[in-house]
C-alpha cells in the first residue's frame, strides 16, 4: 500500500490512469485502445520541438506552448498535439500569427490579444480556491490577464483587480474583501515596482510579485522594479521574471491547491 501511495502522490492525475483501467474492466475498452491511451499520454514525441505528453500525469500540469522566437507552424504542431493528448491546452506570448495558424489545427482555440494567451479546452476545468491578481496600474494589464486566463485554465478561481497602485493607494480598498478569502495573492507592477512590498506588508498569504517591463527610461525594461521586488523587507514576498504572468499564475495555483487539499502529508 505504502508503494501505491508513493505512486500516486508522484502522478498527480492517477485519476486518468485508473479510468481507464476502469473502462477497460468494464468491457468499454479493448486492450488495444488502452494501450494506445497509456502510450499517448506517455509520448516524448519530437515535432521539431519536443512534446512532454508525461507533464501531467507527472506534475499535475500540461506543458505550454510559449510562442514568443516560434514560428506560428512550429507553435501549431505544439498546440495540437498537446490538445489531442490533454483535451486541453494552453499558449502564451502568443501573437496574432500565431493564432490564425493555430486556429486552423484546433478550431475551438480561443485568442486573448491583450496577453498574448490562448486557450482550448474540451470542457470546462471546476475551479477551486481563491487567489487574487492585483495590478498595479491599467499598463500592467496584459501580464494580470495572462496570470489572471492561466490560473483559470490550471483551475484555480481568481479575481482580477486593477489600478490600485501606490499613486492613488487608497483605491486598494476596493480589493480588500478579494485579498481577505485568497489563498495566494499575485501583484504585478512596473513603474518602480512599490506595490507588491506594501501587499505583503499586511497579507497572511504569500504574495508573489511580478514586474513589469512598464516604466520611464531608468526603468530599464522593468530591471527597476525587479530589483525594488528583489530587495524588499515584507515577509512572504516572493519574485518572479519580468513580465512572467504565467509563472507566477503556476505558483499560485500550486499553494492554492495545498490550501485546498490541506497541504501534502
Given at each position: 500500500?505504502?508503494?501505491?501511495s508513493?505512486?500516486?502522490?508522484?502522478?498527480m492525475?492517477?485519476?486518468?490512469?485508473?479510468?481507464?483501467?476502469?473502462?477497460?474492466?468494464?468491457?468499454?475498452?479493448?486492450?488495444?485502445?488502452?494501450?494506445?491511451?497509456?502510450?499517448?499520454?506517455?509520448?516524448?514525441?519530437?515535432?521539431?520541438?519536443?512534446?512532454d505528453?508525461?507533464?501531467?500525469?507527472?506534475?499535475?500540469?500540461?506543458?505550454?506552448?510559449?510562442?514568443?522566437r516560434?514560428?506560428?507552424?512550429?507553435a501549431?504542431?505544439?498546440?495540437?498535439?498537446?490538445?489531442?493528448?490533454?483535451?486541453?491546452?494552453?499558449?502564451?506570448?502568443?501573437?496574432?500569427?500565431?493564432f490564425?495558424?493555430?486556429?486552423?489545427?484546433?478550431?475551438?482555440?480561443?485568442?486573448?490579444?491583450?496577453?498574448g494567451?490562448?486557450?482550448?479546452?474540451?470542457?470546462?476545468k471546476?475551479?477551486?480556491?481563491?487567489?487574487?491578481?492585483?495590478?498595479?496600474?491599467?499598463?500592467?494589464?496584459?501580464?494580470?490577464?495572462?496570470?489572471?486566463?492561466?490560473?483559470?485554465?490550471l483551475?484555480?478561481?481568481?479575481?482580477?483587480?486593477?489600478?490600485?497602485?501606490?499613486?492613488?493607494v487608497?483605491?486598494?480598498?476596493?480589493?480588500?474583501e478579494?485579498?481577505?478569502?485568497?489563498?495566494?495573492?499575485?501583484?504585478?507592477?512596473?513603474?518602480?515596482?512599490?506595490?507588491?512590498?506594501l501587499?505583503?506588508?499586511?497579507?497572511?498569504?504569500?504574495?508573489?510579485?511580478?514586474?513589469?517591463?512598464?516604466g520611464?527610461?531608468?526603468?530599464?525594461?522593468?530591471?527597476?522594479?525587479?530589483?525594488?521586488?528583489?530587495?524588499?523587507?515584507?515577509e512572504?514576498?516572493?519574485v518572479?521574471n519580468?513580465?512572467?504572468?504565467?509563472?507566477?499564475?503556476?505558483?499560485?495555483?500550486?499553494?492554492?491547491?495545498?490550501?485546498?487539499?490541506?497541504g501534502?502529508?
Amino acid at each position: 500500500m505504502q508503494a501505491v501511495s508513493n505512486i500516486k502522490s508522484l502522478i498527480m492525475n492517477y485519476e486518468k490512469l485508473t479510468e481507464l483501467l476502469k473502462k477497460f474492466k468494464e468491457g468499454e475498452l479493448s486492450e488495444e485502445e488502452v494501450v494506445g491511451a497509456i502510450n499517448k499520454l506517455l509520448s516524448y514525441e519530437s515535432i521539431e520541438i519536443k512534446i512532454d505528453g508525461l507533464r501531467e500525469l507527472r506534475k499535475g500540469l500540461p506543458e505550454t506552448v510559449f510562442c514568443l522566437r516560434k514560428t506560428p507552424k512550429q507553435a501549431a504542431k505544439a498546440f495540437k498535439k498537446l490538445y489531442e493528448i490533454n483535451g486541453r491546452a494552453l499558449a502564451t506570448k502568443a501573437s496574432k500569427e500565431h493564432f490564425e495558424e493555430i486556429k486552423e489545427e484546433v478550431s475551438s482555440a480561443r485568442y486573448f490579444p491583450a496577453s498574448g494567451v490562448i486557450i482550448a479546452d474540451e470542457e470546462e476545468k471546476e475551479r477551486l480556491g481563491y487567489v487574487t491578481v492585483i495590478g498595479a496600474g491599467s499598463s500592467d494589464y496584459p501580464v494580470c490577464e495572462e496570470a489572471h486566463l492561466t490560473l483559470g485554465f490550471l483551475g484555480s478561481e481568481s479575481f482580477l483587480v486593477l489600478d490600485v497602485g501606490v499613486a492613488g493607494v487608497h483605491r486598494l480598498n476596493s480589493a480588500l474583501e478579494h485579498i481577505e478569502k485568497s489563498n495566494c495573492l499575485i501583484v504585478v507592477a512596473g513603474m518602480e515596482g512599490a506595490l507588491p512590498s506594501l501587499i505583503a506588508g499586511f497579507s497572511p498569504v504569500p504574495v508573489i510579485g511580478v514586474p513589469t517591463s512598464v516604466g520611464y527610461g531608468v526603468s530599464f525594461g522593468g530591471v527597476a522594479p525587479l530589483l525594488a521586488m528583489l530587495n524588499s523587507c515584507a515577509e512572504g514576498l516572493s519574485v518572479v521574471n519580468i513580465d512572467n504572468g504565467f509563472g507566477a499564475a503556476v505558483s499560485a495555483h500550486l499553494i492554492n491547491m495545498l490550501a485546498v487539499k490541506g497541504g501534502r502529508s
